[in-house]
Nanobody, 124 residues
Framework: QVQLVESGGGLVQAGGSLRLSCAAS????????MGWFRQAPGKEREFVAA????????AYADYVKGRFTISRDSAKSTVYLQLNSLKPEDTAVYYC?????????????????WGQGTQVTVSS
């Protein structure tokens, strides 16, 4: 059974940093792409970043480029999302997801496994 467990969310002031973690288990993820999405109250879920387990290719949403960094530790089966220079508009529940896909996927419908989410709140 595939499990994705996020952690690392919290309350931070604008300009601060957080590191989110997503621990993956239940299968070998070498053929998978791992993504981070977020959903703010009253808004649709949106793509943040993605990384392929194999090769490490990445993709980012334009509004996080230069501020957020996605990485993975294959030995720990964990994907990270480093959030720097946080803004109040980054406040959302952040979700980790996994998709068996050959490229780097940015659309949520292609992801088949999801974590429960972790809350990030940025105060002004």
């Amino acid at each position: 059974q595939v499990q994705l467990v996020e952690s690392g969310g919290g309350l931070v002031q604008a300009g601060g940093s957080l590191r989110l973690s997503c621990a993956a288990s239940g299968r070998t993820f070498s053929s998978y792409v791992m993504g981070w999405f977020r959903q703010a109250p009253g808004k649709e879920r949106e793509f943040v970043a993605a990384i392929r387990w194999s090769g490490g290719s990445t993709a980012y949403a334009d509004y996080v480029k230069g501020r957020f960094t996605i990485s993975r530790d294959s030995a720990k089966s964990t994907v990270y999302l480093q959030l720097n220079s946080l803004k109040p508009e980054d406040t959302a529940v952040y979700y980790c997801a996994a998709a068996r896909f050959s490229g780097v996927v940015t659309t949520s419908v292609k992801y088949e496994y999801w974590g429960q989410g972790t809350q990030v709140t940025v105060s002004s």
